[in-house]
């Protein structure tokens, strides 16, 4: 009975830990971002693949010294119900704020914001 108390304690724990260790999502909706130095996060946009649409990090890209990009991931089930979302991740390297532009697009080349379809999404970032 013991065993089982302590391997149910522990699974308790791990899900409290990761659950706080966990890097913070922001939605297409947050455009002011405030996180610490050192946070790792995740900006979730509606990802429609079948439509040809990719997401990118737009020019001017984000000040390197305040912000840095580690990645993005496909997240099945998320918001919205109905498909699945893409998850962009960034590590918040120092104090300073910067701006991150997100574009919706096919062809992802010069002048992609005004492609039919194409759509922009602005944020503030902040770092303490």
Request: glycine share 10%; aromatic share 6%; net charge neutral.
């Amino acid at each position: 009975m013991t065993v089982v108390a302590v391997a149910g304690l522990l699974i308790a724990l791990y899900s409290v830990f990761s659950q706080l260790s966990a890097p913070e999502v922001f939605d297409a909706d947050d455009t002011e971002i405030a996180v610490s130095a050192g946070d790792h996060f995740s900006v979730r946009v509606p990802d429609e693949p079948a439509g040809g649409y990719r997401w990118i990090i737009a020019e001017p890209r984000p000040d390197p010294a305040v912000l840095r990009t580690t990645g993005r991931r496909e997240v099945p089930g998320g918001p919205p119900a109905a498909g699945t979302t893409r998850h962009l991740d960034f590590e918040a390297v120092r104090p300073g704020r910067t701006d991150l532009r997100l574009l919706r697009c096919r062809a992802c080349a010069a002048g992609a914001a005004d492609e039919p379809g194409a759509r922009t999404l602005n944020f503030r970032v902040r770092v303490g």
